[in-house]
């Protein structure tokens, strides 16, 4: 059964700390991804990556990195957490051209 | 932007009458899917169509593709309680690696 994990489902956190949100799946899946789900915005893409130490920015990289040192894990890092990062994260692995299987989704609160 | 956009936004109905919900997009596909999310959580895979197929099934659900038109239907028959969700199109674009979503619809199922 395909698997894919999020370190934490809720986060609380201060403006201005750094945040890593980590990401692991079992389906040796060449591809990962991160997006953010904001009410009314739908999911957007941060970023993603084909292969291990490759990332590609998405539609809204701004104020986020990435971090792809092993193929089953990818690492989103918010450098200095603000209020306006605030939101539902999600982690998505897929083969090439196939379905994204999804993990739960961190809801992450900046204070 | 290749953005699929569903119609309507909400959908109501009562237990045991059928639901569908539209999908539009703006480029040409390689494949287009949709997903199911429940309150708060990750998306789940129902189904993927690829662009050189008109009509696909699964259980309960089938869905439709008119590539001329750039749209696509979810159809939920016999609904139930359990279909309550937000749905979700996503389309993956020929070379591409990522998928773009839509903004979903929210469907509540009444007893």
């Known amino acids: 059964d395909v698997k894919v994990t999020q370190s934490s489902r809720y986060l609380v956190k201060r403006t201005g700390e750094k945040v890593f949100l980590e990401c692991v799946q079992d389906m040796d899946h060449e591809n990962m991804f991160w997006y953010r789900q904001d009410p009314g915005l739908g999911l957007r893409l941060i970023y993603f990556s084909y292969d291990v130490k490759m990332k590609e920015k998405g539609d809204i990289p701004e104020g986020y990195s990435v971090s792809r040192e092993k193929k089953e894990r990818f690492s989103l890092i918010l450098e200095s957490a603000s209020t306006n990062q605030t939101s539902m994260y999600l982690c998505?692995?897929?083969?090439?051209?196939?379905?994204?299987?999804f993990g739960p989704g961190t809801r992450l609160t900046v204070l | 932007s290749q953005q699929g956009e569903e119609d309507p936004q909400a959908l109501s109905i009562q237990e045991g009458e059928n639901a569908t919900m539209n999908c539009s997009y703006k480029?040409?596909?390689?494949?287009l899917q949709w997903y199911r999310q429940n309150s708060g959580r990750g998306l789940v895979h129902l189904i993927l169509i690829r662009s050189n197929e008109r009509e696909k099934h699964s259980g309960r659900l089938r869905v439709t593709l008119d590539t001329s038109k750039k749209s696509s239907s979810l159809l939920i028959t016999a609904s139930r309680a359990a279909d309550t969700a937000s749905y979700f199109c996503?389309?993956?674009?020929?070379?591409?690696?990522?998928?773009?979503f839509g903004q979903g619809t929210r469907l509540t199922i009444n007893p």
């Open positions: 996503a389309t993956d674009a020929w070379g591409a690696q990522k998928l773009v």
């Open positions: 998505a692995s897929s083969s090439v051209g196939d379905t994204q299987y």
């Open positions: 480029t040409s596909i390689n494949n």
